[in-house]
């Protein structure tokens, strides 16, 4: 079993002072944990798998293709790969869990 703690890899996220920390990676997926400041710029470009976020902590509006929503603690969004994406008007600290399958490059 491999088991994580939200608090423990916000903590290492922040000491290796990168927005991503991915923190576990399988055959078949990846998981990570993204970091957005409250006003940040979200400096994602498409990715070659599909993705899931999941938010665990703050509050911001995401468009995926065309459409867009407002997200906060608890949302769930899937990305299609090749979509492109991006959080913005971020106006608490996000914290979101992602999930890519096939795992990311």
Do not use: C, W
């Not at 703690?5 to 993204?34: I, T």
């Not at 957005?36 to 509050?59: F, I, K, M, N």
């Amino acid at each position: 079993m491999k088991a994580f703690r939200l608090d423990e890899l916000e903590a290492e996220r922040a000491a290796n002072q990168g927005a991503y920390l991915q923190f576990l990676r399988e055959r078949n997926m990846s998981v990570g944990l993204y970091a957005l400041d409250a006003g940040q710029h979200d400096p994602q470009t498409p990715h070659h798998q599909d993705e899931v976020y999941l938010v665990v902590s703050g509050r911001a509006s995401i468009t995926v293709g065309l459409e867009t929503t407002e997200v906060a603690r608890g949302s769930v969004v899937y990305v299609p790969a090749g979509v492109a994406h991006k959080f913005h008007h971020i106006s608490e600290d996000l914290r979101v869990l992602v999930v890519f399958s096939p795992p990311e490059a």
